[in-house]
């Protein structure tokens, strides 16, 4: 349960005339910015959270704080603010944020509404000076894949240097088959085609049945 001040209980009750969104980003390099949807800058948690910059709360999935939802802000970008160079150059990757409601009256008074780190941001617009900025929250990062699957489709790129495909015509779907027969390069699949799959539990000997191993597999 979110514990909600008194005072931003007692905003919400008058029509919450007084409240504001406020954010704070903090870049691995420890560089922190600040932004808010009032209509003037704001001293808050130290640091100036500018207004103007057009940032306003997106939709949201879940909650950030123990779920793997995410949400959404979206904002313009400026020289003030976000530079598209620094987001082209990764300066933004994996910054945490922290999203608030603020009493703007009295930056002492404010609930923290959840936390995340920067999964991507979507430059928009045919000028691109407007921006998306997705949000995880912590857990999101205990769903993420480490490594690699075992599954019966090769996981590399065709023509990449896992591949080894200098030259490759035509479009592959993965499969052990269509390696073998389309490019002979069975050598470099990345694959594992002898992997039962999950119907594999539920087969039992049938007369006629070739046991020949196939139906194990992703080899056919």
């Given at each position: 349960m979110?514990?909600?001040p008194a005072a931003i209980s007692a905003a919400l009750t008058g029509g919450a005339a007084k409240l504001c969104h406020a954010w704070i980003l903090t870049r691995d390099d420890g560089e922190q910015m600040g932004f808010t949807d009032h209509?003037?800058?704001?001293?808050?948690?130290?640091?100036v959270c500018v207004a103007g910059s057009g940032w306003a709360a997106g939709t949201a999935h879940g909650e950030l704080g123990l779920e793997s939802g995410d949400r959404s802000v979206s904002g313009v970008l400026s020289a003030a603010a976000l530079s598209a160079e620094d987001i082209r150059a990764g300066l933004y990757d994996g910054a945490r944020i922290a999203t608030y409601v603020v009493d703007w009256t009295d930056?002492?008074?404010?609930?923290?509404?959840?936390?995340g780190r920067l999964a991507r941001i979507e430059m928009r617009g045919q000028d691109q000076a407007a921006f998306v900025a997705h949000i995880e929250g912590p857990a999101a990062r205990l769903q993420r894949i480490i490594g690699r699957r075992y599954t019966p489709l090769c996981d590399a790129r065709l023509g990449d240097a896992r591949c080894g495909l200098s030259d490759p015509a035509g479009t592959c779907d993965k499969r052990y088959a269509t390696c073998r027969d389309l490019?002979?390069?069975v050598v470099n699949f990345r694959g594992f085609p002898d992997l039962p799959g999950?119907?594999?539990v539920t087969l039992y000997p049938r007369s006629g049945d070739a046991l020949d191993g196939a139906s194990r597999g992703g080899r056919s």
């Open positions: 979110r514990d909600i209509d003037r800058d704001l001293w808050f948690q130290d640091v930056t002492r008074h404010f609930v923290a509404m959840g936390s490019f002979a390069n999950e119907d594999f």
